[in-house]
């Protein structure tokens, strides 16, 4: 099955933890995003990655991490969570360019206590 | 700098009836658009997308937009839509100026009665 896969569904942690959400593709795209989506379902790109290059959205916070082993894996790591870090975390992946549809993983729902 | 605006946060239509969600793009380059769906706990899927040429597009779903580029538009249509469709839909926008970033709007909840 070829798609985008996020693991875990759900996650729940107190202020201060540390946490890390996997995604995997298997498309055969280049590049890959995480996209963070709130409580209103309001969209906000956080980083966009390709072998040659990693674009950061600079209004997100520096907790937040992507790290990546290879093209068809970009994890999300946050050093420290805050309570408004709780939101749906979407990954997404594409070919290189800005004409090629973002095929998108389900989410990964944060809940910070 | 490029925008889009969904100006209808929530559509409410019953069963059986068209539809007409609203998105209106800011751009000073030559966009590409693009509309998403979410339903209930799922990504984002592709619906329809418009680069250039016949500014009517169809897409999955009997569902198709309208490229206007003297009203800044790009409006999704379907001619019955069904209770299934409930889900949220996004209006999306790009450029040749900026590859890495697909901007979004804020979504229209649209309620299907059945």
């Known amino acids: 099955e070829t798609a985008v896969f996020q693991t875990p569904n759900y996650h729940v942690t107190q202020v201060g933890n540390e946490v890390s959400f996997n995604c995997k593709q298997t498309?055969?795209?280049?590049?890959m995003y995480w996209y963070k989506q709130d409580s209103k379902k309001l969209l906000k790109i956080m980083f966009s990655y390709n072998n040659k290059q990693l674009i950061v959205n600079e209004t997100v916070p520096r907790r937040f991490s992507p790290q990546s082993s290879d093209k068809a894996h970009l994890n999300l790591r946050i050093k420290s969570v805050e309570p408004e870090d709780s939101a749906v975390y979407l990954c997404?992946?594409?070919?290189?360019?800005?004409?090629?549809?973002?095929?998108f993983g389900p989410g990964t729902r944060l809940l910070v206590l | 700098a490029q925008s889009v605006t969904q100006p209808d946060a929530r559509v409410t239509v019953s069963e059986g009836a068209s539809l007409q969600l609203r998105c209106k793009y800011s751009s000073s380059v030559t966009p590409y658009l693009f509309w998403y769906v979410q339903y209930p706990r799922q990504g984002l899927q592709l619906l329809l997308k418009y680069y250039s040429g016949d500014p009517v597009v169809q897409g999955v779903n009997g569902f198709e937009a309208e490229f206007s580029k003297s009203n800044s538009s790009f409006h999704l249509r379907k001619a019955s839509v069904h209770w299934s469709d409930s889900a949220v839909y996004f209006c999306a926008v790009s450029s040749d100026t900026n590859a890495y970033k697909v901007i979004f709007g804020k979504g229209t909840h649209l309620h299907v009665l059945p």
């Open positions: 997404a992946s594409s070919y290189w360019g800005r004409k090629d549809t973002q095929y």
């Open positions: 498309l055969g795209h280049d590049t």
